[in-house]
């Protein structure tokens, strides 16, 4: 079974910096999806980013970027220039060929004024 | 468009009980899944309904039941409440039956007492 690690139970950054949040997944399929929410304090789950594991070119969606390394099975995200409304939890999740979907644990996120 | 919906928002039992969700897909959207979603666990996947039809199932116990009506809007059983199901239930819809690309709904918090 395919499992999700998210190493960071929780994290701060200054407003404006950048941050890196991990992931790490074990898997044995070549062929899936990785996925990056964010729930906000609403709890509202949003999707930042999508990586299929066949395109070798990292995702990138405005200030939101991911590292996939494909064969180290790892997954980051990075946030460029922190804004205030980045505080949320955030959850790394993988998509198995069974069409399910696994999260991992989750990341905290506060951004510092 | 609006987005997914879920009813009751809030919602408090007492052990033994049973409870109906109820989950209003985005329109045109034909698949809804659920979540479970607590401290301890994290994020689990429930089920997955398309077409009326469950396509995925996740490790529940059969306590854990869904529909999903013809007009796409799904409701989540529990029978028998238990502490345990104290959680905050979240489905997402998606336009097709692959949860590539789902969008979730603002959860409804239940508290089993």
């Known amino acids: 079974a395919q499992t999700v690690t998210q190493s960071q139970p929780e994290m701060s950054v200054q407003e404006a910096e950048t941050v890196t949040l991990s992931c790490t997944y074990d898997t044995s399929e070549s062929d899936y999806y990785l996925f990056w929410y964010k729930q906000p304090p609403s709890r509202q789950m949003i999707l930042v980013i999508r990586q299929e594991a066949y395109k070798q070119q990292n995702a990138t969606e405005n200030r939101f970027s991911v590292n996939f390394q494909k064969a180290a099975k790892s997954f980051s995200l990075k946030i460029s220039d922190s804004q205030l409304g980045d505080a949320a939890m955030y959850f790394c999740a993988y998509l198995n060929r069974d069409d399910k979907i696994i999260f991992g644990k989750g990341t905290r996120l506060h951004i510092l004024p | 468009k609006a987005g997914v919906t879920q009813t009751p928002r809030y919602l408090i039992k007492t052990r033994g009980q049973q409870v109906t969700l109820s989950c209003s897909p985005i329109?045109?959207?034909?698949?809804v899944s659920w979540y479970q979603q607590t401290p301890g666990q994290g994020l689990q996947f429930l089920f997955e309904y398309f077409s009326e039809t469950q396509r995925n199932k996740g490790n529940f116990p059969g306590r854990f039941s869904g529909r999903q009506f013809s007009n796409s809007r799904s409701e989540m059983n529990v029978s028998t409440l238990e502490l345990g199901d104290s959680a905050l239930y979240l489905c997402?819809?998606?336009?097709?039956?692959?949860?590539?690309?789902?969008?979730f709904g603002p959860g409804t918090r239940l508290l089993v007492l």
């Open positions: 329109s045109g959207h034909r698949s």
């Open positions: 997402a819809s998606s336009l097709v039956w692959t949860q590539e690309t789902q969008y």
